[in-house]
């Protein structure tokens, strides 16, 4: 499993790389989007890998053994993660789309060189 | 008064009524100035109401802590010194006010300059109150900013705005060496705090470090008190409204210099390095600015450099390091503060009466103002040192200093020479400002008829005046228990005996101040005439301190372009390759240097499923980066199944709530892309030149793609490389061990959120709402690219269809589009507020809570507006997203604040069950309250930008012309 999610993680990291160098505003928002998932789930494997752990603890204070549940530090760096950067998309979106407006291109340095 | 908290209040209120100024209109010049004036008496009664501790001998103080454990608290601290320096701050703080009321134009923004004027005087008390060396360089470098807002107060005047600049640039560089100053200080003295600082002299003196500690911290008292050679900022600051100049540099801005000095005196004085620089540098100063005084054509240029001699006078008796000097130096502050502020009103007033303030165009002016001219001469005769005038008794004592050995050096021969040569430059251009302003025959050619000033303009003069006079006449009924307080604050039981009597019989300082006198009106009857036709100062008139200023400053920016232009680029591609190349190395170098090797922890067993799982989630992602630049719905298509595969490895991964939010945000992402692409270009294949490639791109292309392997390969070695390792102790289990009984939540994750870490959840959605509000602000400028602007295609089409056939009106098409999805989704909306209410409510026992919710919520929006179209919707339902912001805002920090009511810290939670018929036992934390807010925030966030961009669609074709703005009604069909 672990050797599986390295790939993954690596496989989007490449993947959004790639686009994160092109030249076109849609591209590196697409690559934006690839990478944040590959940092996300390397933040989750930060807490390794447990498939089988629940993640709600139960209320008798003798239960709270952390041993026994998934690792809730990551997962809530990842949420507010995720949220963050649904915003952040969105406010390079209307930045990108505002300057394609004003400079009549879609080339991320607003003029078009070569692609 | 006892109650030492009073002396926070001292400090405050000139803040607080700079606040309240700042938001007057900007007419009421009467309503800003009285509260001024209020503020500055109220401050200065707080300090007479503490002088009879002061008199005891007693220091009052008052910390507030504020990061105890760092030896930092807002300390206040008020002795016999500090006493008689902040009521000469705030005494003639208020006179200026009341000179100010009359001396500005109805015209200027008046309010404006009474803020920036409170404010600057409260910095100058809180540089003197501090009881913390580091508090101290914070209410330093306040001066300094307010002083630049007060200098460059008539900002369209270009020199206001130069002078302004250098004084800023002078002083906050001076700051920034006295900061570093003050922190070695505190280090050597093993506190920051003032008291313990005073008190560890002699480890002090014996600390290696104390050399270089003392530079910087005379570098900035240097700079601040406009000693040589910095003093060049001084005369261009005299573009200041005129009770700018007599507030900032008689009593306050530049004697924060000395104040320091004084302040520090006991600590650093009476070493050989002290001594030699001190003494020199005031030495200089005390010529230089005389000699220059004499040949100022200016009035305000002249009293510039007279105040920059006199600092040089002031500092000259702090290096010189015996007490009997300090307390000259004390003595000299306060008297030239006086009759210096007088001064510079007296010429105000001429100024504004006149018209000008050129000597050579003045004269006779004593028979259309008697009264400011018998107050003008006065006060020049005390800076003179006249007798009777208290200029006269700290210039004597000065005298009597000079005449003593103090190090055996050439300094101690010259001394006595120099100095009676200073005092006789003085009583030169003393002589000199009077003569040509007030007699001789009456002025041609003014701009104004010349007139007397209203009583109201010349009160404060008068009391300054007056107080010169007092203080000459009778030292010891006046002055004397002050200035014997603060020297016995400064100097302790180093204290000397003085004597304040107006006679001490015939003395050689006497004679000295004789030969002085004697000596200037001589040299002004022989030289008056020629002094007029003088354009520059001879020999100091050379050194061009701004010329050398504005050198450096364009030498500095002319290497930062040169820097910028060598190694910067404009260009995205390039600084995001590097940028990943730097990363890259960096990540490289430590297993490089110490070898790369995977963890003792055994792989667990592949799941086939999961296998399969990321096979098609890599896939999708490689596909989407290929297809991103010809087919963005494909791409788009692609990216969110591999967001579809991390989502439920989420899942896989017991992260419940991950893959919950992950999945709407999902939704979410996607429609905003999708709404955005009608607004991009169609992209068609690239044509080359000679209809292949060139081999440039080949290489490009190449080096991308290694770059982005090697990008991937790397973080793929460094996740295994974890992964395969124990994890190490975190606080993780500090979380889990105290979500129930510490926060009242089953679900650690939400806890952690909304309760151990609430105050990062509130800055997080404050983020959201600054993004959301920065999208709609663009939104509404939007300009799409011509080509652009037309229909879709899709919509084209049907139209076209509905024109063509009888029994179709024009839109019918659009309107039965997908007729049955629609009512599905119309009918979903209720639906999916259940269950966004749902998750919001478990979301503290249970997978869910307010990030959820929230964008669940604003999902039921969107599939209604999908539906029914912007406008239909828009027609019977108003969502204000704004307002939703606001509330969710409002709602999490008044969660936060109310704890605050109960006596806990900010956003401290409490939480109990609240058994509900039908519904149960329901978790009811405050936390809960804050969740609410999150969701608030977030369905206002979400909507926000959805709404704003989908608007686009619809906004009238007639106000997409680049000329016009927008508006955003919407005229033409169209649907979200």
Known sequence: ?115 | MHDPRFLLAVVALPFLGSVIAAFLPARSRNLASSLAGVIALASAAILVAYYPLIEQGEIVRYALPWLPSLGLDLTFRLDGFTWLFAALVLGIGALVILYARYYMSPEDPVPRFFAFLQAFMGSMVGIVLSGNLIQIAFFWELTSLFSFLLIGYWHHNQSARDGARMALIVTGAGGVCLLVGLLLLGRMAGSYDLDAVLASRAAIQADPAYLPALILILIGAFTKSAQFPFHFWLPHAMAAPTPVSAYLHSATMVKAGVFLLTLLWPVLAGTESWYLIVTTTGLATLLVGAWAAIFQQDMKGLLAYSTISHLGLITLLLGLGSPLAAVAAIFHTVNHATFKASLFMATGIIDHETGTRDLRRLSGLARFMPITATLAMVAAAAMAGVPLLNGFLSKEMFLAEALESHSGTIIDVLLPYLATLASAFSVFYSVRFIHQTFFGPPPVGLPHQPAEAPPWMRLPIEILVMACLLVGVVPALTIGPLLANAVASVLGDRTPTYSLAIWHGFTTPLLMSVIALVGGATLYILFRDRLNAVERSPIIGRLKGRRTFEAVLAAIVNVARGLHERFGTRRLQVQLRLIIITALLLGAVPFWRLGYSRGPLHDTLIDPVFGLLWMLGGACAVAAAWQAKFHRLVALVLVGGAGLAVCISFIWLSAPDLGLTQLLVEVVTLILLLLSLRWLPKRLPDIWPEGRKPPKVHVRRGGDIALAVAGGTGVAALAYAMMTRPPPHSISRYFVENAYSGGGGTNVVNVILVDFRGFDTLGEITVLAIVALTVFTLLRRFRPAPESIELPDQQRRQNAFDEASEDHAMGDTLAHYLLVPRVIMQWLFPVVLTFALYLLMRGHDLPGGGFAAGIATSIAFVLLYMANGTRLVEASLSVQPVRWISAGLVCAVATGIAAWVFGYPFLTSHSRYLTLPLIGDVPLASALLFDIGVFAVVVGTTLLMLIAIAHQSIRSPRARKPAQPATPEPQAGGRA
């Open chain 1, 1 to 115: 499993m672990e050797m599986l999610l390295s790939l993954a993680i690596g496989v989007l990291t490449a993947s959004g790389l790639w686009l994160l160098f092109r030249p076109r505003t849609f591209q590196v928002i697409l690559g934006l989007s690839l990478l944040s998932y590959a940092v996300n789930l390397f933040i989750m494997a930060a807490g390794r890998l447990r498939s089988d752990a629940p993640p709600i603890i139960g209320k008798d204070p003798a239960s709270a053994d952390p041993a026994l549940y998934a690792d809730p530090l990551p997962q809530a760096l990842v949420l507010t993660a995720i949220v963050i950067s649904f915003a952040t998309t969105a406010l390079l979106l209307v930045v990108l789309l505002a300057s394609r407006g004003l400079t009549g291109t879609d080339h991320v340095d607003g003029e078009d060189g070569e692609s």
